[in-house]
């Protein structure tokens, strides 16, 4: 019975694919950039349009939930019975800004299919990963009648600003939020035809510095010397926080970090990462970073310190001779299990504190925090990921960690005791947060077959 569900879905969403694309690029043109206070009515847009294709697709009690920052989007099909296991999915419908939107080849929010891909701000990262699940539900309900398990969806509109109102409403509703595992797609396959399951997230700690000095911009040449420069300090200050091969000295950041041991270094290496990629996906001259760890190391199991962007005094066209009022920086560090962000933004301001002279003034503030996580790949829920991985995609998935961050992990482990399984269907060189950000769109539909897969399978396994 099970099984001939699992044909009639599969057969629902082989048949319905161009509808399946032609909705994703209707989410898409919403410009629901979470980080941009203009665009707050159009973040609620995407998730009232999220909350309606949920409805459509028959998933019942979809709903959009307040918050203090951007909403909520819940829904869920219970029928499956008492036996049946439940799975929470997760998902985010906020992106990233689109800036600088003049390298983008087509505009962000118009959507383009360009051969195998479709281009837009968001459709890899994540609104296309979550609206593989929606259809996948669709093509059960619709193609079959019901679902094999117990479905319930929690998608967020705050994922890129580490915003807090899913951390607070996690364990504010257990009862809603109950299952048996979570699954997220919001990561990266290793290549178009080799699918992974990621089994490590980075944490982050994203901290702002800002130096002031005199309070006006000032005549270098009657002040310089005897004022100082908040830009140099700022520079002085951001040169000291990294070595020239990517160590971070803030005194204790590493004390936490879990060595990596002998066995995780050969599950790893059974993923050849390709320098030669790396560099064509980046345009960059060369790799970088410590030389005691293999890149794949350095890309998701060794934490991180990168200055994001970093502002101060005249830039405008010719010379202007000043010494500035002010200089501000944007650090944001990646983290491995066990750092806590909380203290490593201490050590952070302590040794940022102990850098500053006393002829400027320094104000640090901490922006988003989300911890490391690390999940089990011994358990079923794994197993039926890897099977149906397996049968669409004709590969085994491999075990990896992802450099990423997705701080709800955390919080499904520790509020809801929820494993969780991350099947991302997106491509490394998605150009995710850059600008034409793509998607791969076999692997769309892939996608969908997957989760139809994984959800027969994972009910029978249970
Ligand atoms: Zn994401």
Request: charged share 25%; aromatic share 8%; glycine share 8%.
């Amino acid at each position: 019975m099970a099984t001939n569900h699992r044909e009639e879905a599969l057969r629902y969403a082989a048949q319905h694919q161009q509808a399946h694309l032609d909705e994703l690029i209707e989410f898409l043109r919403i410009p629901s950039v979470s980080t941009q206070p203009e665009r707050r009515e159009e973040v609620r847009e995407a998730a009232e349009w999220l909350a309606q294709a949920m409805r459509d697709a028959g998933l019942e009690n979809a709903r959009v939930i307040d918050t203090a920052g951007h909403p909520l989007v819940y829904s869920d099909w219970l029928h499956a019975g008492d036996n049946a296991p439940t799975v929470l999915v997760y998902g985010h419908y906020d992106v990233q800004p689109a800036e600088p939107e003049d390298q983008w080849r087509t505009a962000p929010f118009a959507p383009q299919v360009d051969g195998d891909y479709l281009i837009a701000r968001g459709v890899s990262d994540d609104k296309g990963q979550v609206y593989i699940h929606v259809k996948a539900v669709e093509a059960y309900l619709h193609g079959a009648g019901s679902l094999p398990l117990n479905i319930k969806f929690i998608v967020e509109g705050e994922e890129e600003i580490g915003g807090p109102s899913l951390g607070e409403f996690v364990p504010q509703h257990k009862e809603l939020l109950t299952a048996d595992v979570a699954v997220i797609s919001d990561s990266s396959m290793m290549a178009p035809d080799q699918p992974s399951i990621v089994y490590g997230l980075r944490g982050l700690c994203y901290m702002f510095v800002d130096v002031s000095g005199p309070d006006h911009d000032l005549h270098s040449g009657s002040f310089g010397g005897g004022i100082d420069n908040p830009i140099n300090v700022l520079c002085h200050i951001v040169a000291n926080l990294k070595d020239e091969h990517g160590r971070v000295l803030i005194p204790g950041f590493y004390d936490d970090v879990q060595p990596l041991d002998e066995e995780e270094r050969e599950l790893l290496a059974a993923v050849a990462v390709d320098e030669n990629r790396v560099l064509q996906t980046t345009g960059a001259p060369a790799v970088w970073g410590e030389p005691e760890y293999s890149l794949l190391e350095r890309l998701g199991a060794r934490p991180t310190l990168d200055v994001n962007g970093i502002v101060g005094g005249y830039t405008g066209a010719g010379s202007k001779t000043i010494i500035p009022a002010a200089a501000h920086a944007k650090i944001s560090m990646r983290l491995v299990s066990d750092q806590d962000p909380h203290e490593i933004a201490q050590l952070f301001e302590a040794y940022v504190m102990e850098l500053a002279p006393p002829t400027v003034e320094v104000t640090i503030t901490r922006n988003g925090m989300a911890s490391p996580s690390i999940n089990d790949f011994n358990t079923t829920a794994v197993a039926a990921a890897s099977a149906a991985y397996g049968e669409v995609f004709g590969k085994e998935p491999l075990m990896r960690r992802e450099g990423g961050s997705i701080p709800v992990v955390g919080d499904f482990q520790k509020h809801l005791g929820l494993g969780t399984v991350m099947m991302g269907f997106g491509l490394p060189d998605d150009r995710i947060h850059s600008p034409n950000e793509r998607f791969y769109l076999p692997n769309y539909f892939r996608g969908i077959e997957t989760m139809i897969c994984f959800m027969d399978d994972f009910a029978r396994r249970e």
